[in-house]
C-alpha cells in the first residue's frame, strides 16, 4: 500500500494505492456432480479441454481449477476538520 497526505488549513487531501495478488481454490460446496469440460465448453468459457467445474442451473460454466488474481485499488479523498 502507498499513502500519500497533504495538509492545507483543516482540509486533508490523500491518495492511497493498494495492489493484492494470489491464488484460491474455489469451494462450492456439495450438491453438484463434477463434469469435464469437452471442446465446445472450453472454447466458450476459457478453460483447458477437461478441466474440472459444473454446469450452473442457469447455465453459466463454474471451474474448480485453482486460479490467480490480482487486484488494484486506487483512492482519491478529501477531508474537512471542522
Known amino acids: 500500500m502507498i ?3 497533504y ?3 483543516g482540509a486533508e487531501f ?8 494470489g491464488d484460491f ?10 463434469q469435464y469440460a469437452d471442446e465446445g465448453t472450453a ?3 476459457g478453460v483447458p479441454v477437461g478441466s474440472p467445474g459444473f454446469r450452473g442451473r442457469f447455465g453459466g460454466w ?3 481449477l485453482t ?4 487486484q488494484q ?10
Open 3 to 5: 499513502s500519500a497526505k
Open 62 to 64: 463454474n471451474s474448480l
Open 73 to 82: 485499488r486506487l483512492k482519491a479523498y478529501m477531508k474537512i476538520v471542522f
Open 14 to 21: 490523500g491518495l492511497q494505492y493498494e495492489y493484492n495478488t
Open 25 to 34: 481454490k474455489p469451494d462450492f460446496g456439495s450438491g453438484f456432480v463434477v
Open 7 to 9: 495538509f492545507i488549513g
Open 67 to 70: 486460479r490467480d488474481f490480482e
Open 43 to 45: 472454447q466458450s468459457v
